[in-house]
């Protein structure tokens, strides 16, 4: 049985992350001791290192959630996994599309910049103007 500052160190997941999981039901309720300390098993390492891995993917908890409850029924089909993965996949196309529009943007303001004064510097003339920029651009990780 794993304490719960094994448990983080293993997967390398904060305590307090742990605690969250545990608060909205990613995590299952762990067994105490008598002196009321959590306890961890294999089966429980398993899944917060699901959970992590699934959170490095970027998918939302409400995703690892349906991921998870599909893993806990292996007899269902693999179709709705199939389906959380690729909406996952259009959300980082997406992402990395909006991103490239912020590189292409930022990339010409600095090569516009004279280098002088910051009365003409171009890169404050942008941020101060969006009007002047060249490309389209949602605001990304506000």
Same mark, same amino acid.
């Given at each position: 049985?794993?304490?719960?500052?094994?448990?983080?160190?293993?997967?390398?997941?904060?305590?307090?992350?742990?605690?969250?999981?545990?608060?909205?039901?990613?995590?299952?309720?762990?067994?105490?001791?008598?002196?009321?300390?959590?306890?961890?098993?294999?089966?429980?390492?398993?899944?917060?290192?699901?959970?992590?891995?699934?959170?490095?993917?970027?998918?939302?908890?409400?995703?690892?959630? @349906?991921?998870?409850?599909?893993?806990?029924?292996?007899?269902?089909?693999?179709? @709705?996994?199939?389906?959380?993965?690729?909406?996952?996949?259009?959300?980082?196309?997406?992402?990395?599309?909006?991103? @490239?529009?912020?590189?292409?943007?930022?990339?010409?303001?600095?090569?516009?910049?004279?280098?002088?004064?910051?009365?003409?510097?171009?890169?404050?003339?942008?941020?101060?103007?969006?009007?002047?920029?060249?490309?389209?651009?949602?605001?990304?990780?506000?």
């Amino acid at each position: 049985m794993l304490t719960i500052g094994t448990l983080a160190r293993r997967t390398g997941t904060k305590v307090q992350t742990i605690r969250y999981y545990e608060q909205i039901r990613l995590m299952p309720e762990p067994g105490r001791t008598s002196g009321g300390q959590r306890r961890y098993g294999e089966a429980e390492l398993d899944r917060l290192a699901f959970i992590r891995h699934s959170r490095q993917l970027g998918f939302s908890l409400e995703a690892i959630r @349906e991921l998870l409850d599909l893993s806990d029924h292996p007899e269902k089909s693999c179709e @709705e996994a199939d389906r959380i993965a690729r909406r996952q996949l259009r959300q980082v196309e997406q992402r990395m599309e909006r991103l @490239e529009a912020l590189r292409t943007e930022l990339a010409r303001m600095v090569q516009e910049c004279s280098g002088g004064s910051t009365s003409d510097c171009r890169v404050l003339d942008v941020l101060r103007d969006h009007s002047e920029c060249l490309t389209a651009h949602d605001e990304i990780g506000a």
